[in-house]
């Protein structure tokens, strides 16, 4: 449990961050809240000859409203999150999800820029971004580019990131007002990951559902969308037949790894089971 | 002031036996100012860094060491070669076997220890570590015990080949260690032929591990000019260890010092003798300087001292009312790689036969078979007396079996077949005497206070009910414990007798200072045996200060495991204090010029009967006995040193009621309500036996619900992280309600029981009865323990119940 040396280095700006990052190459790792990083580095699993810490950069910290969206810099803490008036407000789901992570010492330094840069397909994070629509900022030696959350994450620790780049922001628009959400984890203990979990946002229209976005954690090797349960519950009433019939379709989708949270069978069964209840939650919650 | 509230005055003032007084440790554990292993820094000193094995079972074809020697910070790599020329590469265990201190030509367990490096800091001895080469060739590897006694099995100590026994009797079987037999098997066969019911049931206790929050460790430190060892380390019992230091090193044991210092848990997991610590020692031997070896937690989790692993089965037979007339009960014992697991020398299964638990069995036989498989050597640990756990379980769940089968209810089952109170002092069918209980109150208790017919009908309704999400479990456990070991007639371990001790000093000015074999990883010793001597000697528990661990300060003890604290070193402290009482009283008749027949103990003095204004306090007498004004020929001071050697071992006994609530489409168990009575006699402090209760309940909470030392088919490890290992958080921990009837123990001199594991002995059968309960109307008369949400989903999905 004790890592391999290394070198530190800790910029004051996202320019010195992405310059040094050019300079090191691919012996240089990014570190944020270090809860995914460190872990690995002492198991001796990776062994980055430089860390660049991004704790020192405030441009990187806090979260505001701009116009139709709402950003979060990349190294705001799940704390941060959970504590936000703004996003209780605005963006409920993110909030809710967030309390779901970890444990409070994790959600004290774990940042959501690192939980969605990880790309772990058990991160709760990236599942909460593709329901909310969000998308990124990525600052490189180019300057920025913003992408959609759909897409980005490409397999397991494997995402649209270039090795020169950083997530600097998170971009969230604004959800319809009535909309609902709910994220549905079922972990073995404090501080697990997902055994399966289930972000929703659903808009209804009079008793049918108008719009409905549905994500899965740790149900593949990266976050799915459950877009064949999307297109199916789309004009339908939320009901027992229709929620059996979504939650068979995000099961169908599922390949779990398995591991001592359960085998490919228990898993699967748990993502429709939590795609059920999130469904289920984010109607109750849901005006219009 | 009345005089009744003057007596209470003073009373309160010594803050004895039966107040709740504050633990006086914790002044400095909750300010972070404990000192343990790992605080532990000597000049000069060095860090080993263990190398360990990445397969379950290989042959060592070479060692390379050139490029960890080349690492900057590097001193030296040792190998089993190394240790060789002293002799030191075995190493004699605590269970009559011998294990490897570092792989000689092969590992037979994966994450053995195969070599350690020497390096000037924890870092560089990582480093180091990482870059020792071993090559391996890879065997096959054993890991269901079931497997290794097949003709063909690959042999797992070929050191042990051709020896016919290993400490414990005949040997069939090169991975064979040892088959013990207990009870009459004949009685027992024909109770079962003519039985009106029979029940068999087969049931697993995982592999587990206590995993305390601080893990395994010490700095030994040997002093080249005077030949002086002092080893600091994790050690729930430093006598002992000290003892087989010497036998091992050779080292004259006046000149070993074994210092326990504060202990952050131990569970068992810190009484057995690890490689690291005799690398390190021989290493400190070797260089002359103090060497530090600290495990990880992986490290812990994977090689020291795991607990069960014991495939029983259990046999009842009884008559169509429910009374028993015949237990059989074996089990296969999974041992691991070598038998290094405590074992007083009589009882290679530990006090297995403890299996009748609290009933009145007429026949009974018991048997287990112990087997060498590819897993890290251990078994006997956590919180639990040697193998009573294993035990308890088989017969508390069997009771439930045997419930099922006739139709009836529970508790009923058990009220028929409790050894009644006026059968007290009564002697199992195999061979224990149970020293008092009162079994049927305190059942009863428990049902009253919890509302039992109201839950069984809660219980009947949901049953009734399909479109209920949940299924409701009522899980009863009626436990008989047996700690304290134990009489030396029948306990040893390597040759020492399980006596144990206390040394008594006290002041002119009436501080106490009191010394005892014992060792406290958290059990609250220092306050406990204070509230003895305070009692006993009406001076105050806030003046007596407790040591223990530091083998040069204290008398001879076997340490502190099996809840023999209390039960041993108690009565030693009472004991102790007695004979300075009878001193103190002849000072205090000389001084009051009355014959001691004449004097009367009050609280804190001596009195002299119908004359109370005359009278001498303990005080007053501490000073005295210091001074020339003694009486003729006596000597001064007040000290006094008692080894006790118990008649008997403690049956503490208690009543427990589990309702629990299981999700039927997730498999998630939630308990509703713990409900836990305990009897474990005279109640020295309450509140520390309160604390160790709640403690051994979420211990038990943790095994029933969530622990396993999972491996794949190759003996690979699936989850020695506490990622994986279940550790409850307060989380996830139920509410504990507690309860207690107080039946003395008749033999002990305060009438004491020991207590600290009672809770997780009658709470793991709990949790099973309950969880399985809830299943019991769907035919279901068993379930493997953890009961984590997967499995029971399985068993939900198996029956169907799950269905939309
Ligand atoms: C006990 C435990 C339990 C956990 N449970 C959960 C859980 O239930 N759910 C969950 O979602 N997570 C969980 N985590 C992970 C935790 O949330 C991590 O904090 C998170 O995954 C990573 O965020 P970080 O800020 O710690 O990033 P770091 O560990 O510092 O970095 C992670 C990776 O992202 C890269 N990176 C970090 N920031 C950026 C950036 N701005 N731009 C580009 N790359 C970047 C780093 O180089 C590194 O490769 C758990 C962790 C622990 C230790």
Redesign the interface.
């Known amino acids: 449990m004790i890592p391999a040396g290394f070198d530190y280095h800790a910029p004051r700006s996202v320019a010195d961050a992405v310059k040094l990052l050019g300079e090191l190459g691919p012996e240089a790792k990014l570190l944020a809240g270090g809860h995914s990083l460190l872990p690995m580095m002492k198991l001796r699993f990776a062994e980055p000859g430089h860390l660049v810490d991004l704790g020192r950069i405030a441009e990187l910290r806090g979260i505001s409203e701009a116009g139709k969206e709402i950003r979060i810099g990349a190294m705001t803490t799940e704390h941060e999150l959970l504590r936000s008036k703004l996003l209780a407000e605005k963006v409920p789901l993110l909030v809710e999800g967030a309390g779901w992570i970890a444990d409070p010492q994790v959600r004290y330094k774990g940042t959501i820029g690192g939980d969605i840069s990880h790309g772990d397909p058990a991160n709760d994070q990236p599942a909460l971004m593709l329901a909310l629509e969000a998308s990124f900022v990525l600052t490189g030696p180019k300057g920025e580019r913003v992408v959609k959350a759909d897409g980005y994450f490409l397999g397991l620790y494997s995402t649209q990131l270039a090795e020169d780049e950083i997530l600097t922001q998170i971009r969230i628009p604004l959800p319809a007002p009535g909309s609902g959400w709910s994220y549905q984890k079922l972990k073995r203990k404090t501080g697990d990951f997902a055994t399966a979990a289930t972000a929703v946002m659903l808009q209804m229209k009079g008793k049918s559902v108008a719009s409905v976005a549905i994500a899965l954690t740790n149900a593949g090797p990266t976050v799915l969308k459950a877009r064949d349960a999307e297109a199916y519950l789309k004009g339908k009433a939320i009901d027992d037949a229709s929620l059996n019939e979504a939650a068979r379709l995000a099961m169908k989708i599922c390949q779990p790894t398995p591991d001592q949270r359960g085998d490919a069978e228990y898993k699967v069964a748990m993502c429709g089971e939590m795609t059920r209840r999130a469904l289920q939650a984010a109607h109750a919650r849901a005006k219009g | 002031m009345s005089q009744t509230a003057e007596l209470k005055e003073r009373e309160d003032k010594l803050q004895g036996m039966g107040t709740s007084l504050l633990r006086k440790e914790d002044a400095k554990f909750i300010r972070g100012q404990g000192s343990y292993i790992d605080d532990i820094k000597l000049p000069g000193m060095l860090f080993g860094?263990v190398v360990r094995s990445p397969y379950a079972h290989a042959r060592i074809k070479g060692i390379d060491k050139a490029k960890a020697l080349a690492c900057p910070g590097v001193v030296a790599v040792l190998t089993a070669d190394d240790l060789k020329p002293v002799n030191l590469h075995w190493m004699p265990t605590l269970g009559g076997d011998v294990q490897a201190v570092l792989a000689d030509k092969k590992v037979c367990f994966q994450y053995q220890e195969v070599a350690m490096v020497l390096a000037s800091d924890?870092?560089a001895?990582?480093?180091g570590a990482?870059l020792v080469e071993v090559d391996y060739e890879e065997l096959p590897a054993i890991v269901d015990p079931k497997k290794s006694m097949a003709p063909d099995a690959p042999i797992i100590r070929e050191d042990i080949q051709d020896k016919k026994e290993v400490g414990h009797g005949p040997r069939t079987h090169p991975n064979h260690i040892f088959t013990w037999e207990a009870g009459d098997k004949a009685a027992a066969d024909a109770a079962f032929k003519t039985a009106e019911i029979t029940v068999r049931e087969e049931m697993l206790n995982p592999r587990v591990h206590p995993c305390p929050l601080e893990t395994c460790g010490c700095v030994a430190s040997f002093d080249k000019p005077t030949g002086y060892l002092t080893v600091y380390m994790t050690s729930q019992a430093p006598h002992l260890v000290r003892t087989v230091l010497a036998m091992l090193s050779g080292i004259a044991e006046s000149k070993i010092r074994v210092i326990g210092g504060d202990i952050g848990g131990g569970f068992g997991n810190k009484v057995p003798v690890y490689p690291g610590y005799v690398v390190a020692i021989v290493a400190s031997i070797v260089t002359g300087v103090p060497i530090k070896w600290i495990e990880?937690?992986?490290d812990n989790i994977s090689t020291t001292g795991f607990a069960r692993d014991y495939h029983g089965v259990g046999e009842l037979a009884a008559d169509k009312d429910g009374r028993i007339k015949g237990l059989r009960f074996s089990a296969l014992a999974d041992h691991g790689a070598f038998n290094s697991h405590v074992s007083a020398t009589k009882f290679p299964a530990g006090l297995f036969s403890i299996c009748t638990g609290s009933y009145a069995i007429p026949n009974a036989y018991a048997r287990v078979d112990a087997v060498y498989t590819n897993k890290a050597p251990g078994g006997v640990a956590y919180r639990c007396s040697l193998r009573v756990t294993e035990a308890i379980y088989l017969i508390e769940r069997m009771m439930d079996v045997l419930a099922l089968k006739l139709g009836l209810d529970k508790a009923e089952i058990r009220r028929r077949n409790f050894v009644r109170s006026d059968q007290f002092p009564y002697t199992t069918s195999l061979g224990w005497t149970l020293d008092s209980g009162a079994y049927h109150p305190a059942l009863e208790k428990v049902l009253k206070a919890v509302g039992y017919e109201g839950l069984r009908k809660e219980q009947a309704a949901k049953r009734a009910d399909p479109k209920s999400p949940t299924l409701m479990g009522i899980g009863i456990s009626t436990f008989t414990e047996i700690v304290g070991a134990g009489p030396t007639k029948v306990c040893d371990i390597l040759g020492v007798g399980l006596f144990d001790s206390c040394e008594i000093r006290i002041h002119p000015t009436g501080g106490v200072i009191a010394r005892l074999g014992t060792m406290s990883q958290g059990q609250g010793h220092a306050t406990t045996y204070a509230q003895i001597i305070a009692t006993e000697l009406g001076l105050p528990a806030a003046d007596i200060v407790v040591e223990e661990g530091d083998t040069d300060k204290s008398p001879y003890g076997a340490g502190t495991w099996g809840s023999r604290s209390t039960p041993v070193s108690g009565a030693a402290t009472a004991m102790a204090a007695r004979k300075i009482k009878d001193k103190a009283k002849k000072i205090a008749a000389h001084l009051l010029e009355v014959s001691e027949g004449d004097l009367e103990w009050e609280i804190d003095r001596f009195k002299v009967k119908g004359n109370p204004s005359q009278a001498k306090t303990m005080k007053e007498i501490c000073m005295v006995a210091h001074t020339g004004n003694l009486p003729a020929g006596m000597e001064q001071g007040l000290n006094a040193v008692t080894y006790y050697d118990p008649p008997n071992l403690t049956f503490p006994f208690g009543a427990y009621l589990c309702v629990v609530d299981v999700d039927k489409?997730?498999?998630?168990v939630k308990v509703r309500r713990f409900y836990a009575l305990d009897d474990c006699g005279t109640r020295i402090n309450p509140m520390v036996i309160e604390g160790q209760i709640h403690g051994g309940l979420t211990e038990a909470f943790a095994v029933a619900m969530?622990q396993q030392i999972?491996f794949d088919e190759n003996g690979n490890h699936?989850?020695n992280s506490l990622?994986?290992y279940?550790l409850?958080?307060a989380?996830?921990t139920p509410k504990w309600e507690t309860d207690h009837t107080v039946t003395l123990c008749p033999h002990h001199p305060l009438g004491a029981k020991g207590v600290a594991e009672s809770p997780h002995v009658g709470g793991i059968p709990c949790f099973s009865n309950a969880v399985i309960d809830a299943f019991a109307h769907l035919g279901v008369t068993h379930m493997d323990m953890p009961h984590?949400?997967?499995r029971v989903?399985?068993q939900c999905?198996t029956l169907g119940v799950?269905k939309?």
Not at chain 2, 665 to 668: M, P
Request: aromatic fraction near 18%; avoid cysteine; charge should be negative.
């Open positions: 860094a924890r870092y001895a990582y480093d990482a990880s937690r992986i489409f997730t498999g998630e969530g999972p699936l989850g990622m994986d279940f409850p958080t989380v996830e984590s949400a997967w989903w399985q999905n799950n939309r």
